[in-house]
């Protein structure tokens, strides 16, 4: 299993610009999250998902959307890049909430917006 | 969630046991502590979880006190590469799997 795969790796984006985040996993979970980190700070969760066509909000939403058609894709869309969005983008994954199944997470996408 | 407060930083020698303290006076009966870390650059990795028992696995031990109110993560012995932020997180489950990490202790092993 290649677990959860992130792309791209790097990425820098003018004011305004718009991308996604791609957000891949192999092991049929169906919890999926995105969380962003701030230089020197802990990771704060930005969406997550209970399933395919479910999503809901996490503590740092504006500024970004999700969608959620299959269970192996977590796509996270900026439509408007911002300076505050520059950070490194995590998404993870998990066979549910229970309390014994852990998160998984991917390598990171480290985003610069100039 | 239980607010959770770590020392930003430890170090430790090599081969000797590390052990990261984590205060979390206002967790709640049906919370656990999870521990997961982060080495540079990396995503974070699950460590262990308890919620009144010590806990053993390949890679650690957890120790929580009587009360709760604290607990403390051993990795028996320290590696270099087992320097990484540490981050330890009271939550429960069927909470949408939302964990809330705050800062995290940097645990440095030196040679």
């Known amino acids: 299993n290649a677990g959860v795969t992130q792309t791209p790796k790097f990425r820098i984006l003018k004011i305004g610009q718009s991308m996604t985040l791609q957000c891949t996993q192999d092991m049929n979970h169906n919890y999926m999250y995105w969380y962003r980190q701030d230089p020197g700070m802990g990771l704060k969760l930005i969406y997550y998902?209970?399933?395919?066509?479910?999503?809901d909000k996490g503590e740092v939403p504006n500024g970004y959307n999700v969608s959620r058609s299959t269970t192996e894709d977590f796509p996270l869309r900026l439509e408007l890049a911002a300076p505050s969005q520059t950070s490194v983008y995590f998404c993870a994954s998990s066979p549910s909430d229970y309390v014994t199944d852990t998160q998984y997470f991917g390598p990171g996408t480290r985003l610069t917006v100039l | 969630d239980a607010k959770t407060t770590q020392p930003p930083s430890m170090d430790c020698a090599e081969g000797r046991a590390a052990n990261l303290p984590c205060n979390h006076s206002t967790i709640s009966g049906n919370e656990y502590v999870y521990w997961y870390r982060q080495i540079h650059s990396q995503g974070p990795q699950y460590i262990i979880h308890g919620l009144k028992n010590n806990e053993t696995n390949e890679m650690a031990s957890l120790i929580i006190t009587e009360d709760r109110k604290s607990s403390t993560l051993i990795l028996p012995h320290a590696t270099l590469r087992d320097t990484a932020v540490y981050y330890c997180?009271?939550?429960?489950?069927?909470?949408?799997?939302?964990?809330?990490f705050g800062q995290g202790t940097e645990l440095s092993v030196k040679p």
């Open positions: 998902s209970v399933g395919a066509g479910i999503t």
């Open positions: 997180i009271g939550g429960t489950y069927n909470q949408g799997g939302k964990l809330i």
